[in-house]
């Protein structure tokens, strides 16, 4: 029995040092989260088909600082960018019902999400080839009424991910 223990315990070892010493030969390394050739970005305005204003400024902020905070890109001017970047907000809906609780005569909703939908794309200045678009990218955002500030923070969260996420899918 103590012979079988100590047998199996050796083999543990012998598997896990063997496996260590497998991936310590792999030669691959992760580098940064940045694209390929592309060291500054310029983000131009999103263009609004909303009845909703703010979300030019919120949508265009939002991407600018994921993309310096998750990709590691510097703003620069149009003309010296090595990037563009440019999309439409196409849809927004903030108020839209998620939980409902019925009631005598009425109806209580408890939860609601915003939705929101865009168009964007990143092109390389230098070739003129797109690095990545995303049509049509819709994203939501929960909120317990009326807070629904909260709920728009968090599909813009959703969304830099997504953009985040596509763009470095493309190296």
Known sequence: MIRSRSFRLLCGVVVVS?????????I??????????????VILPFENDTSEPALTQEVSEAV????????GLRVAAEQSADALVRGRVVRYDPDVPQAIVPGQGT???TKRKVQLTVDVEIVNQHDGTTIWKGQGLTVDGEYQPP????????????LVTQ?????????
């Open 163 to 171: 953009i985040v996420d596509g763009a470095q899918s493309q190296w």
């Open 28 to 41: 691959y390394g992760f580098a940064g989260g940045t694209l390929p050739n592309v060291k500054t970005v």
């Open 18 to 26: 063997a496996w260590n010493l497998g991936l310590g030969g792999c």
């Open 64 to 71: 600018r600082q994921a993309l310096e905070d998750r990709l």
């Open 107 to 109: 109806v209580t909703v």
């Open 147 to 158: 807070a629904d500030k909260d709920g728009r923070k968090l599909a813009l969260d959703k």
